[in-house]
C-alpha cells in the first residue's frame, strides 16, 4: 500500500509539473495522460473535450492501439458522454453488464474494452470534458484509490486549460482518405518470424499534415512503405477511399503509385544526368494530369536553378526539387520519409514551408515520419509507435507554421 500511495503522490506531482511546464495545454494534457496511464498500468486512455456549439465530444489525446481521433460521441451518450452530462466520476468494473455500453468490442480493431475508470474536467463555471482510462494490463478492477488519483489529475488539468485560456470548437468534419485495420507486417528472420507491424489501425485524412514519431526499429517505415504501395502487409485491411487495397494487383499498385502518391525521402533520390527541371519533368511524362514542370520548381523557389544539375544544387535545394518532383503529379498524399534529417536549421525550415505552402494551396496530405519532436508542433496530429503499434494520437489544436519552429 506504501508503494503504491508514493507513485500516486509522484504521479501527482509529475502532472503538476508537466500542466505548469508545458509550452501549450495540449502537450500538458497529453504528458499528464501518459502519466496516468503509466502509474496505473492501463491499455488506453482518452480525454474527451466537449465542443458546445456541436453539444459533442471529441478526443483530444488518445493513447492506446486504436484510432479513435474521427469519432465524437454526443453529450449525455454513452460513459464519457453521461459524465460529461453530469459532472460524476464513475468506475465501470464490467462493461458487458453495462447497459451503457452498446458494445464493448471495437469492430474494426478488435480492442476490447473491459474495465474503466472515467471523471470528469470541471473548471471553475462547468464541465468542459472527461478524462477516460480503460484496462488494467493485468485484468483486476479499479479501486477507489485508482479514482481519486483521476480525479486529481483532471482538477489540476481544469485549473491549468482555465488559466491559459484553452478554448475549442469543432473544425469542419475531415474525409478518410485512408484507413488501416488491423495491419500486420512479419519478415523471415532466419528459422523465426520478425513481427513488426502487430495491428495498426489508423485514419489518414483529407488536407492534413500527419507527422510519424517513434523510435527506431518501431515500424514507422514499414506503416508508411504499405500504405504507400511500396510493401505488402501480411494481414489486416487497407482501405483507400473506402476500397478495399489489402492485396493489390500490379496493374493496380503501378497506378496507385503514379496517379495518387508523391514520395519525398531523406537522399533526395534525384537522377544526377539530369537538371532540376528534367528531375520534375521525367516524373510529369508519367502522371495523368501534371502540372508543368516549371510550374513545380516555381512552387519550391528554384527557377533560377532549373538547368542546374543536382551536384551544383545544396541540399536543401535539392531537398526541394525532390518536392517538386512529388507535387507535380498533383498527388492527394504525399509521404515524407526525415525530408530534413540531412540539413541545417535555416534550410530545414525552408523545406518544411514549402510542404505547408503545397497544403494550403492544394489541399494535399502529408504523411511525415521524422526523429525531430518540434517539427510534430506543425502537425494537424501527431502518430507515435512504439513496438509495432499506434500507442497515442495528438490532435494539435493550433498547429504553428514552419517559420515558429525551432531546435
Same mark, same amino acid.
Given at each position: +500500500? ?20 508545458? !509550452? ?11 502519466? %496516468? %496511464?503509466?502509474?496505473?498500468?492501463? !491499455?488506453?486512455?482518452?480525454?474527451? %473535450? ?30 464519457? $458522454? ?21 458494445? =464493448? ?10 474495465? +474503466? ?21 493485468? $485484468?483486476? @478492477? ?24 484553452? =478554448?475549442?470548437?469543432?473544425?469542419? !468534419? ?41 523510435? =527506431? $526499429? ?14 505488402? @502487409? ?5 482501405? %483507400? ?17 503514379? !496517379? ?30 501534371? +502540372? ?113 519552429? =525551432?531546435?
Amino acid at each position: +500500500m506504501a508503494d503504491k500511495k508514493t507513485r500516486f503522490t509522484q504521479a501527482i506531482w509529475q502532472i503538476t509539473q508537466s500542466l505548469r511546464d508545458a !509550452e501549450n495545454i495540449v502537450d500538458g494534457l497529453a504528458s499528464s495522460l501518459e502519466i %496516468i %496511464i503509466d502509474a496505473l498500468d492501463c !491499455e488506453a486512455g482518452t480525454i474527451w %473535450i466537449l465542443d458546445k456549439r456541436s453539444n459533442r465530444l471529441v478526443p483530444l489525446f488518445n493513447q492506446g492501439p486504436v484510432d479513435i481521433s474521427g469519432i465524437t460521441i454526443e453529450n449525455g451518450q454513452g460513459i464519457a $458522454g453521461t459524465v460529461t452530462q453530469t459532472g460524476e466520476s464513475v468506475i465501470v468494473e464490467d462493461t458487458e453488464a453495462d447497459t451503457r455500453f452498446s458494445q =464493448s468490442v471495437d469492430d474494426e480493431s478488435g480492442f476490447r474494452t473491459k474495465s +474503466m475508470i472515467c471523471v470528469p474536467l470541471k473548471d471553475s463555471e462547468e464541465v468542459i470534458g472527461c478524462v477516460q482510462i480503460l484496462n488494467r494490463k493485468d $485484468g483486476s @478492477l479499479y479501486d477507489e484509490d485508482d479514482l481519486d488519483l483521476c480525479e486529481q489529475m483532471a482538477s489540476l488539468a481544469a485549473v491549468a486549460m482555465e488559466d491559459k485560456g484553452f =478554448s475549442f470548437e469543432l473544425g469542419e !468534419e475531415k474525409e478518410v482518405l485512408i484507413s488501416l485495420r488491423n495491419v500486420t507486417k512479419d519478415y523471415p528472420s532466419g528459422d523465426e518470424v520478425l513481427h513488426v507491424l502487430k495491428g495498426i489501425n489508423l485514419d489518414i485524412y483529407k488536407n492534413e499534415l500527419v507527422v510519424v514519431l517513434g523510435e =527506431s $526499429g518501431c515500424g514507422k517505415s514499414t506503416m508508411v512503405n504499405i500504405i504507400g504501395g511500396m510493401d505488402n @502487409l501480411t494481414d489486416g485491411e487497407l482501405l %483507400i477511399e473506402g476500397k478495399d487495397f489489402s492485396h493489390p494487383t500490379d496493374a493496380e499498385l503501378t497506378q496507385y503509385r503514379r !496517379e495518387y502518391l508523391g514520395f519525398v525521402f531523406q537522399s533526395y533520390n534525384l537522377m544526377p544526368n539530369l537538371t532540376a527541371q528534367e528531375n520534375v519533368q521525367f516524373i510529369a511524362e508519367i502522371a495523368p494530369d501534371p +502540372m508543368t514542370a516549371e510550374e513545380a520548381i516555381a512552387k519550391v523557389g528554384l527557377t533560377e536553378r532549373a538547368d542546374n544539375f543536382p551536384s551544383s544544387l545544396s541540399g536543401g535545394q535539392q531537398q526541394r526539387v525532390a518536392i517538386a518532383r512529388a507535387i507535380v503529379k498533383r498527388p492527394a498524399i504525399i509521404f515524407a520519409d526525415e525530408p530534413t534529417a540531412a540539413l541545417d536549421y535555416e534550410t530545414s525550415i525552408e523545406v518544411l514551408s514549402v510542404f505547408e505552402e503545397i497544403m494550403n494551396e492544394h489541399g494535399t496530405t502529408v504523411v511525415m515520419i521524422t526523429h525531430n519532436p518540434e517539427i510534430a508542433k506543425m502537425a494537424n496530429r501527431v502518430v507515435k509507435l512504439k513496438n509495432g503499434l499506434v500507442s497515442s494520437i495528438k490532435v494539435n489544436l493550433h498547429p504553428l507554421s514552419a517559420t515558429e519552429l =525551432s531546435w
